[in-house]
């Protein structure tokens, strides 16, 4: 049996977001309320602009909401790289490649394209944790960028340089 190694990447400031989501469905209601109690005033002072940009405001705060519900989790099983992507409690694998298909793992700083098709892997926006994964399958190269701890890029490498050697 190979090496079993897992770990899972999410959103930090989850918190957050849901803060402000809340904070923004809070002070639509209040509008609402304060336009049902007097129509007259609202139409009068003009003020359905913040109306207008209310719903557009709960729009923009849910996306940013279900886009930080995302985690994905990074898992090593006998030489297998699989890459499942969680939504609540939804999961889906969306990355399965043996480990000998790895050309390169390094840190990434700008988006190259000298790949077939880029996933993106990642939750939030450090740039700095983000690394990048070339592979080839079926005679293609492909990329993703992903965050994974020092722990896995060793395992990753080890199994790597084991592999190369059976060779």
Known sequence: MGILYREIVDYKRRYLVKLT???TIIIAFFDLFMFFLNPNKFFDELTYV??????IAIIVSYR???RCRTRYKYCIIDN??????IIGNKRKVELNLNIKQVLSIDRSNEKRSDAEKI???TCGCKRKDVYR???KKEGKIYSFYFQPSSDFLSKIETIKNKNNIAV
């Open 80 to 85: 297998e790289l699989i890459i499942e992507k």
């Open 21 to 23: 989501f809340a904070a």
């Open 133 to 135: 994964c070339l592979f």
């Open 64 to 66: 940013i909401w279900q």
């Open 119 to 121: 996933y993106n892997f």
């Open 50 to 55: 913040g109306y207008i940009l209310m719903p």
